[in-house]
């Protein structure tokens, strides 16, 4: 059972390398060229599909983080906050990687790295949650407690997206700064390609976890075994 | 003793410890001030004239989440520093009772300090801010402010960065509310009518109902041992 678990973990790895590396040929030469009139712009435009895929993890982690905070306060087992603290992790990188490659799209595509558009302030703000989730982690040092806060925070900020989100929204649309309208939709190549990434990204997503979860795992492991020998 | 006997009890002996020491008080207001000055260093050098208007809801509002911090912070720390926040968890009282407690004698501390900022800020922006649409747009946000806050200061209170923590948790959270505020304040100023600002005053609103219930969920997980 624990082999066949390995196993399949090894698995898993394999096919997150590979399909990154088939999404990473499907962004940069598989798909066809965007309908645009600079030369630089239409380079621009490939990061686009590792770009939505990376902010659709750095989302989708915050949702397993909430739900994780749900299932520590109702079980108080130490699964659930492993879970949500492995979530956060992964995608504070992943938040971070949306806002850095955005601004490596924006430069050539709008000539400045940053605008206070709604999407990358959602962004940022979301990074910033992170951030200050994992602060909060590693400011408390008993472990119930700081899953209780952490479970707490993690509730309280997630209903905070949807709020900020209807905010900066409404805020963005009161002043139409039109940068831009890349939306102008996507080419059937150009759809597979994006459905491609999106899925390898979940798997991959889903494989780090496992990863996470089991470091997380031996740790506690390890400091069983040193209580253990200190007794 | 009925729930709210027991709410008010504990705004009552926050006021009565607030009006012996007036330590909270007085930092809080002298910091707002002090925001509006340094804001004022700041945009004087470039703002002049009918643009200060544009500015000054901005300017007000950070000088009120700053002074919110402030009391926020002394909020759960003077208990813990005291040693009353055991004794207030031993009070045969439901825990969400501190949580409103707490959270009220805040919104109060804060409003009086906003209340006396307003005519300081007037006088210092040139901008006419005595208008009564603006009470109840700042009493709204200093709810939806003081009610996320109150849950967070009371976990920050009993981490190891304390202080430094709160602001880092509370600002991004508490960001629709600042715009929110801002956008209705500028609208007021503009001489917009309640209905045209109506969807940022509703989402004040709505911030300031939805936090007080998520609090009542889950303040109980914050507080025990």
């Excluded at chain 2, 207030?88 to 109060?108: C, E, Q, R």
């Excluded at chain 2, 960065?161 to 991004?172: F, Q, S, W």
Aim: proline share 3%.
């Amino acid at each position: 059972m624990k082999r066949q678990r390995e196993i399949l973990l090894i698995g898993m790895t394999v096919l997150s390398a590979v399909t990154v590396l088939i999404a990473l040929y499907l962004a940069l030469a598989g798909a066809p060229d965007a309908n645009l009139s600079s030369e630089t712009g239409r380079y621009a435009q490939r990061i686009i599909y590792f770009h939505i895929a990376t902010a659709w993890v750095g989302f989708l982690a915050f949702f397993v983080t909430f739900v994780g905070g749900v299932g520590y306060l109702r079980t108080q087992s130490r699964t659930w906050d492993i879970v949500a603290l492995s979530s956060a992790e992964i995608g504070t990188v992943f938040m971070l990687g949306v806002l850095v490659s955005g601004s490596i799209w924006a430069k050539p595509a709008w000539g400045v790295w940053w605008v206070w558009d709604e999407r990358l302030t959602i962004s940022l703000v979301q990074f910033l949650i992170y951030v200050g989730y994992l602060m909060l982690r590693a400011s408390v040092e008993d472990p119930s407690r700081r899953a209780r806060f952490a479970a707490v925070y993690g509730i309280v900020a997630f209903i905070s997206v949807p709020i900020n989100f209807i905010a900066i929204r409404l805020w963005r649309t009161q002043h139409p700064l039109v940068f831009g309208n890349e939306d102008g939709g996507l080419g059937p190549n150009m759809m597979f390609a994006f459905a491609f990434t999106l899925i390898t990204f979940t798997i991959w997503y889903a494989t780090l976890m496992w990863h996470r979860i089991r470091l997380e795992r031996f740790r506690d492991d390890v400091e069983q075994l040193k209580q253990k020998l200190l007794d | 003793m009925s729930y709210l006997r027991k709410v008010s009890a504990i705004v009552w002996k926050d006021i009565v410890a607030e009006l012996r020491t007036k330590e909270m008080f007085s930092a809080m207001f002298v910091f707002a001030v002090l925001v509006i000055v340094v804001f004022n260093f700041a945009f004087d050098l470039r703002v002049s004239g009918e643009r200060v208007r544009q500015v000054a809801p901005g300017a007000l509002w950070v000088a009120f989440a700053f002074a919110g911090i402030l009391g926020l912070n002394r909020a759960f720390v003077a208990e813990k520093d005291r040693g009353c926040l055991e004794g207030l968890l031993l009070a045969p009282v439901d825990h969400t009772a501190i949580y409103f407690g707490k959270m009220i004698s805040t919104v109060l501390f804060m409003l009086i300090v906003e209340a006396l900022m307003l005519p300081v800020f007037t006088a210092f922006f040139g901008v006419n801010l005595l208008d009564f649409r603006l009470v109840f747009i700042i009493v709204l946000g200093t709810v939806g402010f003081a009610s996320v806050g109150t849950i967070l200061s009371a976990m920050t209170a009993q981490t190891r960065a304390r202080e430094v923590l709160l602001p880092i948790l509370l600002l991004p959270v508490a960001a629709p509310v600042l715009i929110a505020a801002v956008k209705a304040t500028s609208g007021i100023l503009d001489g917009l009518t309640m209905a045209e600002i109506a969807l940022w005053w509703q989402l004040l609103l709505a911030f300031a109902l939805i936090y007080p219930a998520v609090a009542f969920m889950t303040f109980d997980f914050i507080v025990k041992e």
